[in-house]
């Protein structure tokens, strides 16, 4: 038994190579679905990793309050229209009062012109308190960052960021340097890490102030623009949030019926809403991909029945020899199933090839999956399986008296 079914792998093969086109044309189409499977699900998953890792780089834990009414735009919630009723004592109150709550980081946020010597450039100031650096995983390459002592004080001192480095010093270390922000000097004592892009806004292209000094000296305020918030950990961070709603409600005396005049942001929901539009692109594109496999199983089909048709005699001549229905069956199932391996592993090269080839040629974040590389193999020898089903039940239920009379 053993030894007719290598037979029959041998006669397949054999049948194959004699009809080299047909049998290329075949692969090719299998080949470029696995590859655009492989290349597509690796180019979405790490389009999904990009925006997750940046996400996290900004705090997992956080929780951003941010002053005036809520507005919901392309599916992103934000303030509308600017108010002045988040104070510092919310702050020091959420810090004290709410125990989902690790660190509290005051801030004040606005944009306005910074120069050294000749060049001018605008970026967002960012007042706020050194415990900004543990909420929002901010660190520093060069110099140092400011303590609570110099927010204290008031202190000139600024921390900037790669970007505002870059537009004003041209890359080189400005530490121990003076820029004039507003009206106001400021001595450099920092650097920050390179962030790059979250959600459209550059993480890079802003300073770093005490807080107080922004406040009295830079911008004349007296409220906060935002309040981050570091949860305790992440499984706390909507607690947390219900915890600061709560307690600000109840501090700015808003009746049930009024709205809030603040809005709570946390990153839990942000990467949740980013990485599920990443899976959803992850799916359309391997749901494009996946119809490429499909026209290499019509390709499929189209040779077998074609090699059907050509070797009628052929198996009107095993039948009279002493093949059986199951013989001719396994031997055209066969036929396809190693059309679907031979393109499947082509197509495996071309995609791990493609991918890194996309990635080196475009910068685009490219992540191999094992598994979506096991599923295309699996999909494509199941493809040449199915693609070959009828064939192979139409050759094995040829007769083989009508077979031996019929030409090629």
């Known amino acids: 038994m053993r030894t007719q079914h290598f037979r029959g792998l041998s006669i397949a093969i054999k049948s194959l190579t004699g009809h080299p086109l047909q049998v290329a044309l075949a692969v090719l189409a299998i080949m470029i679905g696995v590859a655009s499977v492989i290349v597509m699900v690796g180019v979405g998953r790490g389009a999904e990793e990009e925006v997750t890792q940046k996400i996290a780089h900004m705090g997992t834990n956080m929780v951003v309050v941010t002053a005036g009414l809520s507005r919901t735009v392309k599916g992103r919630t934000g303030s509308l229209g600017i108010m002045t009723t988040l104070t510092v004592k919310d702050a020091a109150a959420i810090a004290e009062e709410c125990p989902s709550v690790r660190n509290v980081a005051p801030s004040h946020i606005k944009k306005l012109p910074v120069k050294f010597e000749a060049a001018v450039y605008s970026t967002r100031i960012v007042g706020t308190a050194s415990e900004i650096q543990r909420i929002r995983n901010v660190s520093v390459v060069s110099g140092r960052f400011f303590d609570e002592d110099e927010n204290r004080i008031m202190a000139p001192v600024a921390v900037l960021g790669p970007t505002v480095v870059q537009m004003l010093f041209g890359g080189r270390d400005p530490v121990g340097e003076s820029v004039r ?32 000094t922004a406040m009295v000296k830079l911008m004349n305020v007296t409220y906060l623009s935002h309040i981050y918030i570091e ?67 019509v390709g499929i089909l189209g040779v077998m029945l074609l090699s059907i048709r050509e070797r009628v005699s052929e198996i009107g001549i095993r039948r009279a020899v002493g093949a059986t229905r199951r013989d001719i069956l396994v031997q055209f199932l066969v036929e396809s199933a190693f ?29 191999l999956v094992p598994a979506s590389i096991a599923l295309s193999l699996i999909f494509s020898v199941g493809t040449g399986l199915i693609f070959g089903v009828y064939p192979s039940c139409k050759a094995a239920r040829l007769d083989p008296i009508e077979a031996l009379h019929m030409k090629n």
Not at 258 to 276: C, K, L, P, T, Y
Not at 339 to 363: I, P, W
Request: hydrophobic fraction near 45%; charge should be neutral; charged fraction near 20%.
């Open 339 to 367: 059309l679907g391996v031979v393109g499947g592993v082509a197509g495996l090269v071309l995609g791990v090839s493609g991918s890194f080839g996309v990635k080196y040629l475009s910068g685009m974040p490219v992540s």
């Open 231 to 297: 949860a305790a950990d992440f499984n706390r961070i909507h607690p947390a949030a219900a915890e600061i709603r709560s307690l600000l409600r109840e501090r700015h005396r808003l009746r049930e019926s009024r709205d809030d005049d603040f809005v709570i942001q946390n990153q839990a929901d942000v990467i949740e809403a980013q990485s599920s539009t990443a899976r959803t692109f992850s799916l359309l594109i391997a749901s494009i991909a996946l119809i490429s496999l499909i026209i290499g199983g």
């Open 181 to 212: 922000i507003g009206k106001v000097l400021f001595k450099v004592i920092g650097v920050t890490a390179p962030k790059g892009s979250v959600s459209g806004e550059d993480e890079d292209d802003q300073i770093f102030v005490p807080l107080r």
